[in-house]
């Protein structure tokens, strides 16, 4: 069953510019692993050391965040679109917030 | 490498960054790579989820909640992301980058923005000043993330 994959613009670079890749897959995780076993350079960019997703990365099934469903046991089908969207955060050093 | 705004796009991030002082603000760059360059076609403000610590939390947790808030963290809703994602697809736009403010503290990516960073977005950053904005920069991270380069901001 083949699914869509969405890749987001900073890791097109590791997918010789495509910017999305069909993946057989009945999950999220085995959807990821046949990505990365396709682009490996992805690897380091989606999985710590443990090859756990790192906490950077959101994984979305069409519109649903894959934290709230069954995480990479997340099922899918046929034209499910995954979505991997990068965590954007940042800030100053820390000081007291008083006010 | 360069980032191009047309002068309204970069007025209105600058204008967003004041209105949300004392907060950091943030919001997506949207327009067009081609190799050395990017061309910024759209801004789109979004709410920065600091603002919401509960969810926030949930989604990438703080050390210190007590000491890390709106006032100098900043989250973008990964569904936010989702949703201008799709929209611009459509529309032939690529996110470039994203931008966000810095109350009271100069226009300079910290350790806590690189350890978070993506490769190859523009970071650009505001530095606010008693609610008015000064300088604005944009910055990429190094290939080994080591490190932040600043690239040209360039007016077209
Ligand atoms: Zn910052």
New binding site residues.
Partial sequence: MAVKVVIPTPLRQYTGKKDSVEIDARTVGEALAGLTSQFGDLRKHLFNEEGNLRSFVNVYVNDEDIRFLQKSQTPVNENDVISIVPSIA???SIRCICT | MAINFRPEELENVRAHAARDYPSECCGILLGHADGESKEVSEVVPLRNLRHDPGRAQELLPVEDPSRESERNRFLIDPQDQLRVEKDSRQRGLDVLGYY?S?PDHPAR??N??REHAWPWYSYV?LSVERAEAKDVTSWVLSNDRSRFEQEDLKMR
Avoid: A, K
């Fill in positions: 940042g800030g100053f | 966000h810095h990516p910290s806590y923005d950053i």
